[in-house]
Structures are given as structure tokens and as C-alpha cells.
């Protein structure tokens, strides 16, 4: 099963949503000790985060905003690592466009990552989910344009 990841949603805010999808069974198949999903997602959209600072204003940095997570101190060493040594994945980068450290927060406490959990879901039974009714192809159609305006990249990412 995939896995999506995204960043903060509102582009009214001035923040702005990415999603990253990983095909789970071929990164397994194609790599021996593969990292985990979420470790390759979340690398791929700092990418993004810092691919797209750099085109809004080559100046400022981005500030990532991300939900709190157990392995939230593994992914801030991987975020250090990538800064001093470049990324691994399509883009290769230092990540010079993104503010040290990520800002790790509850979602039950930010609006922003709580509008960013419902991103998620729409997203996921969007992709994923086929369902017969006619209602709730219509809600679901429905809340995604208010969603899509807000991503600024999605990808699925096939090792």
C-alpha cells in the first residue's frame, strides 16, 4: 500500500500542499535494504518544498510545518544530513531553501495541519477507493476543488 505525505495546504496562507505517493511493494522489490516509505517520501517532498521556494523567491526560505510523528527525531538527522550532503532522490539538492529545523506540531493544535489531514484522506479515497455511490462521488468530487488548487505537485513515485 502507498503512503502520501504532504506539506502545509492553504496557498491563501501562503503555504502550499505536495503530494507524494510511494509504490511500497516495487521500492521492496527494487532495492535490498530499501528505507522506509515514509523516510523516501518525506525526502522527495523536501525536494519539492525546495525546489519550489527557490522559484518563488531565491532569497527567503520555506518554513516546513509537518505533523508530529515518532520517528520525527530520525527524519530531523535525515533533514541535517541532506543540508550538509544533498538528497538522494530525482532532485538532488542541499535543501538551501528550506529554514533548519523542521518544525515538528500536533495537528490537534494546528488548523493548518488538521486541513492538511483532510487533504490526506480526500486524496487517498480519490486514488484509491472506487465507490459505487453516486453521493458520495459527489462529495468527494466536491471537496477535492476545493483541494486541488492548493497542490502545487503529486506525484507516485514507481521505484
Do not use: C, K
Not at 492538511?116 to 453516486?134: E, G, I, K, T
Request: proline share 7%; glycine share 4%; hydrophobic share 35%.
Amino acid at each position: 500500500m502507498s503512503r502520501p505525505l504532504y506539506s502545509e495546504p492553504r496557498r491563501s496562507a501562503g503555504s502550499v500542499t505536495s503530494s507524494e505517493v510511494v509504490d511500497v511493494a516495487r521500492l521492496n522489490a527494487r532495492f535490498r535494504y530499501p528505507r522506509t516509505p515514509h523516510a523516501v517520501v518525506f525526502g522527495h517532498l523536501l525536494e519539492q518544498v525546495d525546489d519550489y521556494a527557490a522559484h518563488q523567491d531565491p532569497d527567503e526560505q520555506a518554513i516546513v510545518v509537518a505533523d508530529e510523528i515518532t520517528t520525527q527525531a530520525d527524519h530531523q538527522r535525515a533533514f541535517s544530513g541532506y543540508q550538509e550532503f544533498g538528497t538522494t532522490g530525482e532532485r538532488p539538492s542541499r535543501l538551501r531553501h528550506i529554514s533548519a529545523p523542521i518544525n515538528f506540531a500536533s495537528s490537534r493544535l494546528s488548523e493548518g495541519l488538521q486541513a492538511v489531514d483532510l487533504a490526506v484522506y480526500v486524496h487517498f479515497r480519490r486514488q484509491r477507493v472506487d465507490n459505487p455511490h453516486p453521493a458520495a462521488r459527489r462529495t468527494l468530487d466536491r471537496q477535492w476543488r476545493l483541494i486541488a488548487p492548493a497542490i502545487a505537485h503529486d506525484q507516485n513515485w514507481v521505484p
